[in-house]
């Protein structure tokens, strides 16, 4: 897997869009942007993909650079639930050739009420 | 959604014991399980890797011998804890995959504890 950087820690304030950042500049041609994000004491569950355009669904936004290097996962109104350590992952497109997801140390996210 | 269990949700077992995990696809047929550790405070750790019906490819630095992985059918793996110490005591986790599909699909996760 190419490496991913996050910040280690975020805080957010309930009810306000969260943003946050994920740097992958060695990202290659055949990779998705994934993101997963585990609650405390659960297992992952994933939240969004992308390739190159920014992508939409009831969880999340990802809005990714032209470039590619980077992308950023939007929470648009961030409630107390959305509390979890979010984890941003590239995977490559071929099926067989990336089997494994291999974690990095993610983004843990706190909600202030 | 695809829907993956294991069981139990939490152990508890005595130092030199040893304690099985499951893990089972519900709804789909997973041709490839995935087993992680996880830390207190730290992220997932892959363990193992296994196809249904082949032996396990354990990651570098996983004792083969200690954690013991079954994949016999295409909805269950088994992780086996063996003669465990309280240096085993952590967050397993599966996840799984069905043949043709990179999407991967993660259990809740078994807290095990070993006194």
């Known amino acids: 897997d190419a490496k991913t950087t996050q910040p280690n820690s975020m805080e957010s304030n309930e009810e306000e869009p969260v943003h946050l950042p994920c740097n992958h500049s060695t990202i290659s041609g055949t990779d998705y942007i994934h993101w997963y994000r585990q609650l405390p004491s659960q297992g992952p569950e994933y939240v969004i993909h992308?390739?190159?355009s920014n992508v939409n669904n009831r969880m999340a936004s990802l809005a990714i650079a032209e470039d590619r290097k980077s992308s950023t996962l939007i929470l648009h109104r961030a409630t107390l639930r959305d509390a979890a350590v979010y984890y941003c992952i590239l995977r490559d497109v071929i099926i067989g050739r990336d089997d494994k997801i291999i974690f990095g140390k993610g983004t843990r996210l706190h909600i202030l009420p | 959604g695809a829907v993956v269990s294991q069981h139990p949700s939490w152990v508890i077992c005595k130092s030199g014991t040893s304690v099985k995990i499951e893990c089972r696809s519900l709804d789909f047929q997973a041709t490839t399980m995935f087993w992680y550790r996880q830390f207190p405070k730290q992220s997932l750790m892959l363990m193992a890797t296994?196809?249904?019906?082949?032996?396990?490819?354990?990651e570098q630095g996983v004792e083969k011998d200690k954690f013991l992985i079954n994949h016999a059918s295409l909805t269950l793996s088994t992780l086996t804890v063996t003669s465990a110490h309280p240096e085993d005591s952590s967050f397993y986790i599966c996840?799984?995959?069905?043949?043709?599909?990179?999407?991967?699909?993660f259990g809740p996760g078994t807290r095990l504890t070993v006194t």
């Open positions: 296994s196809n249904e019906g082949s032996k396990a490819t354990y």
């Open positions: 992308g390739l190159t």
């Open positions: 996840s799984a995959s069905s043949s043709g599909s990179n999407e991967q699909y």
